[in-house]
């Protein structure tokens, strides 16, 4: 697996982490999405630089002009409900690009600190021969996205597969990267070293869904 670590060089890009990392400003539940869809978009723009790419000829009102447009099939498929904001800023760059959404939880079944991932819901297009970007802000243990790709894998099987998310630790990276094919990249903002015993990435943000939607029962 290729890993993209943006935040190696420093950029704007580290504003909209330390905004969505501080907790005072991520209480602000619009300010928190907006951040989540504008890290999609420097993840997109970032991520557009891999895909393929042909000469188009186009009409101006002056003349013709050759350009270089992707020509990747590409799906965006995001993991319910925390990566819909993610998911906006993603499709803000690939407009015309097909959709997914997926379901995802961790479920306790003793009521303790062990749980399972569950995947109960799927809306998706034929994955045959597309370019998947795979759409979740927090990898922890990595079992979440792994449930999901054997999931949509009986949707066909895609050309290339693209993670995109805003944080992850380590130990999720290390596990998904035995899990996904080799030409998968992973588009990663911010990577913390630790998980908590719960398995929750520290430090990390809190819940991304919670933030951005409010929290649940």
Not at 9 to 28: G, M
Not at 106 to 129: C, G, Q, T, W
Request: proline share 4%; glycine share 6%.
């Amino acid at each position: 697996m290729k890993i993209h670590h943006l935040t190696l060089q420093n950029s704007i890009l580290n504003t909209f982490i330390s905004e969505i990392r501080d907790r005072v400003i991520q209480k602000d539940s619009l300010r928190f999405r907006k951040n989540m869809e504008r890290i999609g978009e420097i993840l997109g723009y970032e991520l557009s630089k891999k895909l393929k790419y042909a000469v188009a000829e186009i009409a101006t009102p002056l003349g013709k002009k050759k350009m270089y447009l992707p020509e990747n099939e590409i799906i965006l498929c995001s993991i319910l409900r925390a990566g819909l904001p993610l998911h906006q800023g993603l499709l803000n760059y690939f407009d015309t690009a097909e959709n997914a959404f997926i379901s995802a939880y961790r479920h306790h079944p003793n009521n303790d600190d062990k749980f399972e991932i569950v995947v109960e819901y799927l809306a998706a297009p034929s994955m045959k021969n597309k370019t998947v970007l795979l759409a979740d802000p927090m990898v922890a243990t990595g079992q979440s996205l792994v449930a999901v790709y054997e999931a949509i894998k009986k949707h066909g099987e895609a050309k290339q597969i693209h993670i995109v998310a805003v944080i992850a630790s380590q130990e999720g990276i290390d596990f998904i990267e035995q899990h996904f094919p080799k030409n998968t990249h992973l588009w990663i903002a911010a990577i913390d070293t630790d998980l908590n015993d719960k398995g929750y990435i520290v430090p990390s943000l809190g819940d991304a869904g919670d933030l951005a939607f409010g929290t649940k029962l």
